[in-house]
């Protein structure tokens, strides 16, 4: 009786010892973004901390429509013809898998062009690749327009589509409400706007249509760090994409020579790109450099195998002028 007693409670104690401790559910919080690889990147810049895992394809982060973007990808406005699909072709020959365009930028069959020729060289899978383009706020049929994306691009499915800029009430809110439709297609994934720049503008996308904002395409800088609407729209699950990463162009020097973006990249042996693009990422932001060389593609894309520290990262914050070089 008494052995039986004694095994019971060496069984009890074996149990006890072998059971795996229960995983601890993620705490919700609105300062991380949860990336594909499991890891959790900060958004905040103060507690930018993670270093990204080397790896030849970007991170992505979840949208609130429950699709996957890439944090980095190449940025489209003003490459054509060739250019445009070789620099697309080699973008994503490098590693890129978001590419960013728009039917104001007149070159989607191009885009659309590079992905096939990829996907027919065996770079990439059209499930691996994040196509967005937008839409013109002036247009009398953005439900044609969405068609004629397609067509132009050669896809079935647009990834992310945005309002490209505000143009009038009823204008936004036409081509807001036929992406919607869209969505409920299958013609677009997720949804989202550009060159909103307020809480209370944005704020009409989220609290007026069912389907809120996955993403705000802005200007956004070194010089122009529109920060509080970045922590406001973290908390609503929306993303901030920056455009103009680099200043864009006619004032890329004023961000590639400025001397603490160079005494950073000294330190690092890096460029001083390569250390904007990673200030946007350790900042929280989706960043679509532009370029038309392959090169410069393949080096803003080569940022995985360092950090920015939190000292350098205040450094980079300091630049911030709060002003646009934009008004639209
Ligand atoms: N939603 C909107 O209203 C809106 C507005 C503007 C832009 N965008 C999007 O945002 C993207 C990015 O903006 P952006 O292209 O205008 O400006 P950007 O990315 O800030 O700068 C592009 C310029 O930087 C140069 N560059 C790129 N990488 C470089 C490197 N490693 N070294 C030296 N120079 C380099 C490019 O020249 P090279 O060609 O010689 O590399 C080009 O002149 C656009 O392409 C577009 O997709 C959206």
Redesign the pocket.
């Known amino acids: 009786m008494l052995l039986k007693k004694i095994i019971l409670i060496l069984e009890a104690l074996l149990m006890t010892a072998f059971v795996m401790p229960e995983e601890k559910p993620m705490k919700k919080n609105a300062d991380t973004i949860r990336l594909n690889s499991g890891f959790n990147m900060r958004r905040t810049q103060e507690r930018a901390s993670r270093v990204f895992d080397k790896q030849k394809l970007a991170d992505t982060i979840q949208l609130n429509s429950g699709f996957n973007m890439p944090v980095l990808g190449l940025?489209?406005?003003?490459l054509t013809g060739e250019t445009c699909e070789n620099a697309v072709y080699a973008a994503l020959k490098s590693g890129y898998r978001l590419i960013?365009t728009a039917k104001y930028y007149g070159n989607e069959r191009e885009v659309g062009n590079a992905i096939r020729r990829a996907i027919k060289d065996g770079i990439c899978k059209r499930e691996e690749i994040f196509v967005t383009t937008?839409l013109v706020p002036w247009s009398n049929n953005p439900d044609l327009d969405i068609d004629d994306s397609l067509k132009q691009l050669g896809l079935s499915y647009i990834d992310l589509c945005l309002l490209?800029?505000h143009g009038s009430a009823s204008g936004d809110d036409a081509v807001y409400k036929a992406m919607i439709r869209a969505v409920k297609s299958g013609k677009i994934r997720s949804i989202g706007i550009?060159?909103f720049y307020t809480e209370k503008t944005v704020s009409h996308f989220i609290n007026d249509f069912e389907i809120p904002p996955a993403v705000i395409?802005n200007e956004n800088?070194l010089k122009y760090q529109n920060n509080s609407l970045r922590d406001w729209a973290a908390k609503k699950g929306i993303y901030i994409e920056s455009?103009?990463?680099?200043?864009?162009?006619g004032h890329?020097k004023e961000h590639?020579q400025n001397e603490t973006v160079l005494e950073i990249a000294r330190t690092h042996g890096k460029?001083a790109?390569q250390i904007i693009v990673r200030w946007h990422l350790q900042s929280g932001y989706i960043a679509?450099?532009?370029?038309?060389?392959p090169s410069?593609i393949a080096?803003?894309f080569d940022v995985w195998d360092f950090e920015l520290t939190v000292n350098e990262m205040k450094k980079l914050n300091a630049l911030d002028t709060g002003q646009r070089y934009e008004n639209w």
């Open positions: 940025g489209t406005w003003t960013d937008k490209h800029q550009s060159n395409q800088h455009y103009y990463p680099f200043g864009g162009r890329t590639f460029s790109a679509i450099p532009g370029s038309s060389n410069h080096e803003n």
